[in-house]
C-alpha cells in the first residue's frame, strides 16, 4: 500500500507543481493570466510571446467598463509556466485566501488547440475564468454560485482565426467578469459606492452575454452569476443604508434595494 501511495504521489506531483508562485502587482487589483495548455503553441518562446502579447493589448489596448474606486488600476499579470488544472483543482482553499488577500480578482487560464489538429489551422478554446471573491467567499459557507466561468471561443458564427490573442481577449466577457469580482470584493470591503456601481456594470454586461447563442453548463453558471450581481447590488444598498457611517448625503440613498440598478449602469 505504501509503495502504491508513492507511486501516486510522483504520478499526480507534477500536475500540481504547475501553479508555481505568480506575484500580484503590488498596489493595485490584479488579474492573473496563466499559461494555456493545448497544442497551439509549438514551443516555449511561443508561449512566451503570446503571454506578453495578451498581457500588454489587455493593459493598454482596451476601454475598461468597470469603476476603479480612488484610481486603483486594475493591472494585468502574465504567469509564465503556471499552468492550472482545466478542473482547477489546485485551487485550495489556502491558495485561494493568499489569491484574495494580494487583491487578485480573477484568474484566467484555459486550452488553445488547432481545430483538427492540423498545423496552421484555426484555433478553438476552452478559457476558464475563475473569480477569486465567489470562490473565496464559498471557502467561507456562503451560499454563492460558481467562481469557475468558462467560455469556449470563437462563438457560433464568429469568423475564424489563427491568432490566439484576438481569439481569447474578448473584452465584454473580461470585463464583465472584471466588474463582477471587483464589485463582490468592495462589498466585503464595505467600499459601498464603487462596489454598487461595479455590480450594476456587471450586472449589464452579463446580460449582453447572455444574449449569445450559450448552451449547457457555461449557459447555466452565467446565468446564475448574472442573478447573484443583481441581487449583491440591492445587498449593498441595503447595508449602506443601514450603516451609520455611510453618509446623509450619500447617492445610495436614491437608489431602491429592489430596483437596485434602476439608474442604467
Same mark, same amino acid.
Given at each position: 500500500?505504501?509503495?502504491?501511495?508513492?507511486?501516486?504521489?510522483?504520478?499526480?506531483?507534477?500536475?500540481?507543481?504547475?501553479?508555481?508562485?505568480?506575484?500580484?502587482?503590488?498596489?493595485?487589483?490584479? *488579474?492573473?493570466?496563466? &499559461?494555456? !495548455?493545448?497544442?497551439?503553441? #509549438?514551443?516555449? =518562446?511561443?508561449?512566451?510571446?503570446? %503571454?506578453?502579447? /495578451?498581457?500588454?493589448?489587455?493593459?493598454?489596448?482596451?476601454?475598461?467598463?468597470?469603476?476603479?474606486?480612488?484610481?486603483?488600476?486594475?493591472?494585468?499579470?502574465?504567469?509564465?509556466?503556471?499552468?492550472?488544472?482545466?478542473?482547477?483543482?489546485?485551487?485550495?482553499?489556502?491558495?485561494?485566501?493568499?489569491?484574495?488577500?494580494?487583491?487578485?480578482?480573477?484568474?484566467?487560464?484555459? *486550452?488553445?488547440?488547432? &481545430?483538427? !489538429?492540423?498545423?496552421?489551422? #484555426?484555433?478553438? =478554446?476552452?478559457?476558464?475564468?475563475? %473569480?477569486?471573491? /465567489?470562490?473565496?467567499?464559498?471557502?467561507?459557507?456562503?451560499?454563492?454560485?460558481?467562481?469557475?466561468?468558462?467560455?469556449?471561443?470563437?462563438?457560433?458564427?464568429?469568423?475564424?482565426?489563427?491568432?490566439?490573442?484576438?481569439?481569447?481577449?474578448?473584452?465584454?466577457?473580461?470585463?464583465?467578469?472584471?466588474?463582477?469580482?471587483?464589485?463582490?470584493?468592495?462589498?466585503?470591503?464595505?467600499?459601498?459606492?464603487?462596489?454598487?456601481?461595479?455590480?450594476?456594470?456587471?450586472?449589464?454586461?452579463?446580460?449582453?452575454?447572455?444574449?449569445?447563442? /450559450?448552451?449547457?453548463?457555461?449557459?447555466?453558471?452565467?446565468?446564475?452569476?448574472?442573478?447573484?450581481?443583481?441581487?449583491?447590488?440591492?445587498?449593498?444598498?441595503?447595508?449602506?443604508?443601514?450603516?451609520?457611517?455611510?453618509?446623509?448625503?450619500?447617492?445610495?440613498?436614491?437608489?431602491?434595494?429592489?430596483?437596485?440598478?434602476?439608474?442604467?449602469?
Amino acid at each position: 500500500m505504501r509503495a502504491l501511495l508513492f507511486a501516486l504521489t510522483l504520478l499526480y506531483a507534477p500536475a500540481q507543481a504547475a501553479v508555481v508562485s505568480c506575484a500580484a502587482a503590488p498596489g493595485r487589483f490584479t *488579474v492573473l493570466l496563466s &499559461e494555456p !495548455g493545448g497544442d497551439a503553441m #509549438p514551443d516555449r =518562446a511561443a508561449t512566451e510571446r503570446f %503571454l506578453n502579447k /495578451l498581457q500588454f493589448q489587455l493593459d493598454q489596448e482596451r476601454d475598461e467598463r468597470w469603476i476603479n474606486p480612488n484610481a486603483t488600476p486594475v493591472a494585468f499579470k502574465a504567469c509564465p509556466k503556471r499552468v492550472p488544472a482545466l478542473d482547477g483543482s489546485e485551487f485550495s482553499p489556502e491558495l485561494v485566501e493568499q489569491l484574495h488577500s494580494q487583491r487578485v480578482l480573477m484568474e484566467v487560464w484555459g *486550452v488553445v488547440e488547432r &481545430e483538427g !489538429g492540423v498545423a496552421g489551422g #484555426p484555433l478553438s =478554446a476552452q478559457i476558464n475564468y475563475l %473569480l477569486v471573491p /465567489l470562490r473565496f467567499a464559498a471557502n467561507q459557507s456562503e451560499i454563492v454560485p460558481s467562481g469557475l466561468q468558462r467560455l469556449r471561443y470563437p462563438e457560433a458564427g464568429a469568423a475564424p482565426t489563427q491568432d490566439a490573442v484576438q481569439l481569447i481577449s474578448k473584452p465584454l466577457d473580461l470585463d464583465a467578469f472584471i466588474a463582477s469580482a471587483l464589485g463582490l470584493k468592495l462589498l466585503r470591503e464595505h467600499a459601498f459606492e464603487p462596489a454598487h456601481a461595479n455590480l450594476c456594470r456587471a450586472s449589464g454586461l452579463l446580460g449582453a452575454m447572455l444574449k449569445r447563442p /450559450l448552451t449547457g453548463r457555461s449557459k447555466t453558471e452565467l446565468t446564475a452569476l448574472h442573478d447573484f450581481v443583481l441581487s449583491s447590488a440591492g445587498r449593498v444598498l441595503r447595508e449602506a443604508l443601514a450603516d451609520p457611517a455611510y453618509p446623509r448625503t450619500g447617492l445610495l440613498r436614491l437608489q431602491l434595494p429592489a430596483q437596485p440598478c434602476a439608474g442604467g449602469e
